[in-house]
């Protein structure tokens, strides 16, 4: 028995050694890694963005745009891509080489009192719409950002009272004009409204919304709500009504053209007709007149003369006596 006690002695601390050993190899051993890049960390496509932003802008504000929050003590560069509606342009800042400025219009980079670099723009115009992209390089990577900017306008309110002779009814009309972008226009029942959008030349959107109102409806003043970006709050207007200053609705311009053209058309007949008629009168006059035969004074026929001779010698007899008794008497 005793052989066998000292052979699991043996096993025991041979396999104790053992395991010893190597757990020091491994506890001695230097630890390894291996880094392998993630997709984005490797190189990006050209049109490929970190961020996407849509930014609107007042007219006449300022602007600043940031395309990182590192300062210029990690960067390598930044350089800004302008594409306008009527020009593209480039802005860029280095460590290394000179400063670039290709727009000339007064949109630069400036730098932060921390050090920060940022594209400065004012007063903003609609001009300066557009998509900007900027990328941003450091010693470990870089940043891209694309920015959308568009300018918003304010809008102007205006409203009146239309009555329609045709259906008899009145209607309310309330208008956004000259606003960007367009406004939305609300009444306190969307009951018989109607919404016609117009793009104006100068960039900007027209709203009117009409309102139609029964006529046997009791009508007193009607009030529409306004919402536009330019305003933190809505906006509402009161269109004031005067029964008997309700305005009909404008007639076309091009009916008026054609009043006016029937018009001349006519004025010109009649003048044309009144000469024509004038002239072929003084024709008809001149023929009568030249058909007609002019009356002669009648001649004294032989019969005449023969019939007023013997009166004519009576007379002279009698004148004759008459002579002769006037000087008897003067005896």
Not at 58 to 82: A, H, P, V
């Amino acid at each position: 028995m005793a052989w066998i006690v000292n052979l699991w002695t043996i096993i025991l601390l041979t396999f104790s050694n053992r395991f010893v050993w190597t757990n020091e190899t491994q506890s001695n051993s230097s630890p390894t890694f291996s880094v392998t890049p993630s997709p984005s960390a490797s190189t990006k496509p050209l049109d490929y963005f970190d961020e996407e932003k849509f930014i609107s802008i007042k007219l006449g504000e300022e602007i600043n745009l940031s395309c990182t929050n590192r300062t210029w003590s990690t960067m390598l560069f930044d350089t800004w891509e302008l594409k306008n509606t009527d020009k593209t342009c480039r802005i860029a800042n280095s460590n290394s080489d000179p400063a670039v400025n290709t727009c000339n219009d007064g949109r630069t980079i400036t730098n932060t009192t921390e050090g920060r670099s940022q594209l400065y723009i004012h007063p903003f115009e609609y001009t300066y719409e557009g998509i900007y992209t900027c990328e941003t390089a450091f010693q470990r990577g870089s940043h891209k950002i694309l920015f959308k900017l568009s300018a918003i306008v304010q809008p102007e309110i205006s409203g009146r009272i239309e009555y329609s002779t045709t259906d008899n009814h009145y209607v309310a009309v309330c208008e956004a004009s000259n606003g960007k972008p367009n406004a939305s226009i609300s009444w306190s029942s969307d009951e018989n409204v109607t919404e016609k959008v117009t793009y104006n030349w100068n960039h900007t959107f027209t709203v009117e919304s009409r309102r139609i109102i029964p006529y046997n409806t009791s009508m007193g003043n009607v009030t529409c709500i306004v919402s536009h970006p330019y305003w933190n709050e809505s906006q509402t207007y009161t269109i004031p009504y005067i029964r008997g200053t309700a305005q009909e609705p404008k007639k076309p311009i091009y009916w008026i053209v054609i009043i006016a053209c029937l018009f001349c058309v006519l004025l010109i007949t009649f003048v044309t007709s009144f000469v024509c008629i004038k002239k072929h009168l003084a024709d008809l006059r001149n023929c009568c007149k030249s058909t007609i035969p002019v009356a002669t004074a009648p001649t004294k026929t032989q019969q005449d003369v023969e019939e007023v001779e013997p009166y004519a010698s009576y007379v002279e007899r009698v004148n004759s006596i008459y002579n002769s008794s006037a000087e008897l008497c003067n005896v």
